[in-house]
């Protein structure tokens, strides 16, 4: 199996999807595959959305944004939402969208 792609690292809660379709796991890293066990029971995979969710504390699903669509999504909050201080658009977004490096 192939080594993933460094750009491709950063979306590593998006494997879940393979754990959920019972599909072997690429040739992850050391670093990717201790992160996707230890995060893998509060990741959701929703095959008719296509997405991954994380659950938190209040068992809410907060959808995973690939790296490709995160400068687009916080362009999109601070568009919608005005200039607001960087911890008011933080504070905006945790609840609403979740990634992880």
């Not at 040739?27 to 509060?42: G, V």
Request: proline fraction near 6%; hydrophobic fraction near 30%.
């Amino acid at each position: 199996m192939q080594q993933i792609d460094r750009e491709l690292e950063q979306d590593w809660p998006n494997y879940v999807k393979y754990i959920s379709k019972g599909k072997p796991l690429p040739d992850l890293n050391e670093k990717t595959t201790r992160k996707l066990e230890n995060y893998a029971q509060s990741l959701r995979y929703n095959p008719n959305m296509d997405m991954v969710f994380k659950i938190d504390e209040e068992n809410k699903l907060i959808p995973f944004i690939p790296f490709i669509n995160r400068s687009h999504t916080v362009w999109k909050y601070r568009k919608n939402y005005g200039h607001v201080a960087s911890t008011s658009l933080y504070e905006l977004m945790k609840s609403r969208t979740w990634w992880r490096g």
